[in-house]
């Protein structure tokens, strides 16, 4: 058993303070003693010797352990030791560093005596967690208290907290303190009142104290620089940097990497960054590696790779930093590069793992901007065990390449799974996971997850709402785009230009053209898509005359044109046959503008010709255009055959559609109705055949649309409906009102429909469309019948609602894959061409 110890009588003579009561020093938190402890028996540790206490406070505070400086503070405790002033300001200190300000707060309210030192260290161990509240509300504490005069360090504290919290107002009260204290024409306050102006962004401030500064140092010079450069002004930034050399000041490492990394930003400035790049070689720090980073990043940015690649080379020590500058460098390039090129930064990363160097998230970030940008999924998934291994799955950052990655390659599911492996999601993490869903035709899942965001009380941003509407748009639910877009204006998203776009596709593959049009009316600063959206807008639903017009405006305004606006005026062209028009943009687009066609645009064209009939010239113009193993052309072409009666080709187009898509059952089902209406019986069922052999089924024709709030879904060939009775009555009553108007090659156009009632209403269960204008049809409303349907609608269909339409005071709107179909009056705004 250690012998008991009796407290000195000798009181603590080397520091101040010694008549301190230990009971007012809040013990630290702590679990009970053991059972066999000295203090459970009651016994008393011996005490250290002030210095060692002072000692392992210090170590504390700079390695700000926590553990160590509770057992400081407990063996304080168990030895009935009275530390005067000084070892109490150190015991502050140690919390305050350690971040445990609840604890220091208490410490601080029971000491006995405190002085300047005690103020300062309690009002920077609140700037510090970023309070800034309570640190200005221990500033005023310290003012009042009269035994106690604020110095310098005081008020740099506050001004460091009022620069943490951006907070400009109580700034500039501490600054005018600081004034009629008289301590703000040393170059120490100047300083600190410098750095808290540039932190809340009042640039005019900042130069304001500068040039009135009574005492400047290399450190004024350096915040000067550096406030402009993080106000986003580069140029003002190369004038300080030379206004700097001419007053005779030396230019170090902090100054030169803070300018390279602002001229980084600089557009069209190759002579600036040469003559930086000079500067730096002249001062002798072109080996620093922080300056050597800054250097590379700024050329890497800018497209000068060749010259990031000498400066890298040239550098002799090279840590993970300089890595990660060139590796983010190939990831910056840009679109132009080829996939080889890009494949360097792997190289580079895999260098790095030979010298021994442990990446960091950012190297990892980058490696994976790059797979995403060079579709190297495979290589992607690589790097994703290395960042398993790393332990670095859980960043925000990495996660976010992680599912735009797999979703890029239409791995959804590998995309999902990493979103929920990120335990810290910000906003551009779910932004990035509703993008995932919405580009791989999971519109339903994109609105399910925007639905949880919102329950988590999540604040989306422009590019969530963008998302989101693209989802409506996939949909094409009126009321849900109509929530949405209600979500939108109250949150303040639809002043965004980014949003209204979006908001116009969405009304736009609703069949809301009236919606669409004053969306775009609203936008208050158009850009190229907006003007783009609306000119494809008028074009599919049927007004290709106003949607040139507005391409002509669009021309007349300056505005850039992309190879968007093109598509949506060759769209506009198309569906009207406008050829010579058609032609001229086409020409316009390749000649003055040089754009390379794409498939969309050779399809555009395809249809045109084949819209007024010249079926063998849109066949050349595929075979020329250098895409002629593309389906999509050749689906085009077929349908032009197919209206113009051209059998023979369409054939022969089908079966070349068999070799291009084996496995697409649609190619299948097209070849052998072609047979089937050529006569060629036995083809027919060898195509047949073949289908059932493969495993193939037809897609089954599916249509959907919203009335009363619900959303109602027809399945061709399917009789079952939630108001089959009523509907089907309807429908009748309908098809009685067909037959009584007209015929088509003497018989009833839809003869096998009237006869529903006979044969089970199988046949007019066979189209989709029609139980689903008929139910809309049967409810009490004034607004237009919109039906989405996944195929292209039938001739039978299509000529019954031009002859509904005649009778009904309400527009019928249908979309297929081809086009908007407008049922008015009896005709329709496709002029039987789909």
């Known amino acids: 058993m250690l012998p008991q110890r009796q407290p000195s009588p000798e009181p603590d003579r080397h520091l101040p303070g010694h008549h301190a009561n230990p009971s007012q020093i809040p013990p630290p938190p702590r679990s009970p003693p053991p059972e066999h402890s000295p203090r459970r028996a009651g016994l008393r540790l011996p005490s250290l010797e002030p210095s060692a206490y002072g000692g392992l406070l210090r170590r504390a505070s700079r390695t700000r352990s926590m553990a160590l400086a509770r057992l400081a503070h407990s063996h304080m405790l168990r030895a009935g030791y009275l530390p005067g002033l000084f070892l109490r300001n150190n015991l502050l200190a140690a919390y305050a560093r350690c971040g445990d300000m609840r604890h220091a707060r208490l410490l601080f309210d029971g000491m006995p005596s405190r002085d300047t ?178 250097t590379v990043d700024m050329y890497a940015k800018n497209g000068g790779l060749e010259e990031a690649i000498k400066v890298f080379d040239c550098i002799p020590d090279q840590n993970v930093v300089i890595y990660n500058a060139m590796i983010a460098g190939f990831a ?74 797999y979703a890029k390659v239409r791995l959804v599911d590998d995309s999902l799974r990493c979103f929920h492996r990120t335990p810290k999601r910000e906003i551009f993490t779910w932004t990035s996971m509703i993008t995932a869903f919405v580009h791989n035709e999971h519109p339903d899942k994109a609105l399910d997850l925007f639905r949880e965001l919102c329950y988590l009380e999540k604040e989306p941003d422009q590019f969530t709402m963008s998302s989101v509407m693209n989802a409506c748009a996939a949909l094409s639910v009126p009321i849900a785009c109509e929530q949405i877009h209600c979500y939108a204006v109250k949150s303040g998203f639809d002043l965004f230009t980014l949003c209204g776009n979006s908001q116009i596709e969405m009304y736009r593959c609703t069949g809301d053209l009236k919606a669409a049009n004053k969306t775009f009316k609203k936008i208050s600063c158009l850009d190229t898509f907006s003007w783009s959206q609306m000119v494809l807008s008028y074009a599919v639903h049927g007004h290709e005359r ?89 689906h085009a072409l077929l349908r032009a055959c197919r209206i113009h009666g051209d059998k023979d080709r369409g054939i022969k187009i089908a079966e070349k559609l068999m070799l291009l898509e084996p496995c697409a059952a649609n190619s299948y089902v097209m070849l052998y109705n072609l047979y089937m209406d050529a006569g060629k019986i036995s083809l027919a069922m060898r195509t047949r055949g073949q289908m059932r052999e493969r495993g193939m089924s037809k897609e089954a024709g599916i249509c959907w649309a919203e009335f009363g709030g619900s959303i109602h879904q027809f399945v061709d060939g399917d009789s079952s409906c939630s108001q089959k009775a009523e509907t089907f009555t309807r429908l009748e009553e309908l098809l009685v009102r067909v037959k009584q108007k007209t015929e088509h090659g003497g018989m009833n156009i839809w003869e096998l429909g009237f006869q529903a009632r006979k044969v089970g209403e199988n046949s007019i269960s066979k189209h989709g469309e029609l139980l689903a204008v008929a139910l809309g049809l049967t409810l009490p409303n004034t607004a237009p019948v919109r039906v989405m349907k996944n195929q292209n609608m039938s001739w039978e269909s299509h000529e019954t609602l031009k002859l509904l339409s005649e009778g009904e005071n309400r527009a019928i709107i249908i979309r297929d894959p081809a086009r908007f179909h407008h049922f008015s009056q009896g005709s329709c705004s496709c002029r039987d061409y789909w």
């Open 546 to 634: 106003e949607a040139l017009l507005l391409f002509k405006k669009m021309e007349d305004c300056g505005v850039m044109i992309n190879e968007f606006a093109f598509l949506a005026v060759l769209v506009a062209c198309s569906h009207q046959g406008l050829v010579d028009e058609g032609f001229r943009h086409y020409e316009t687009m390749v000649s003055d503008y040089g754009f390379v066609p794409d498939v969309k645009h050779i399809a555009c064209m395809v249809d045109l010709l084949g819209h007024v009939g010249k079926v063998a010239d849109a066949e050349d113009f595929i075979m020329r255009s250098g895409l002629e193993n593309d389906a999509v052309l050749w």
């Open 332 to 405: 910056r390039l840009g679109n132009d590069p080829c996939p080889e090129t890009r494949i360097e930064a792997v190289r580079l990363y895999a260098k790095l793992l030979q010298r021994r160097i442990r990446p960091s998230k950012f190297t990892f970030k980058s490696l994976l901007e790059v797979c995403n940008l060079t579709n190297a999924v495979r290589c992607g998934r690589q790097i994703h065990a290395h960042v398993i291994l790393s332990g670095l799955q859980g960043d925000e950052f990495i996660g976010n390449a992680l599912i735009n990655l």
């Open 117 to 294: 030192v005690s103020w300062n260290t309690l009002i920077a161990g609140y700037s510090s967690q970023g309070s800034a509240r309570l640190a200005l509300g221990a500033f005023r504490d310290a003012r009042r208290d009269g035994a106690v005069a604020v110095d310098r360090f005081t008020y740099s504290t506050v001004l460091a907290a009022c620069g943490g919290a951006r907070d400009g107002r109580s700034g500039r009260v501490a600054h005018g303190l600081a004034v009629v204290s008289g301590l703000v024409r040393t170059a120490f306050m100047t300083n600190s009142v410098i750095d808290m102006y540039a932190k809340c962004g009042m640039i005019d401030e900042v130069r304001l104290v500068f040039d009135r500064a009574e005492e400047r140092d290399e450190v004024s010079w350096n915040l000067l620089l550096s406030a402009y450069v993080r106000m986003g002004w580069p140029e003002v930034a190369v004038h300080v940097l030379v206004w700097m050399h001419r007053s005779g000041v030396k230019l170090d490492a902090f100054a030169l990497g803070g300018i390279l990394k602002a001229c980084s930003e600089l557009e069209d400035s190759e002579d600036v960054r040469t003559m930086l790049h000079g500067c730096v070689v002249k001062v002798g720090l072109d080996l620093d590696v922080f300056v050597g980073s800054a």
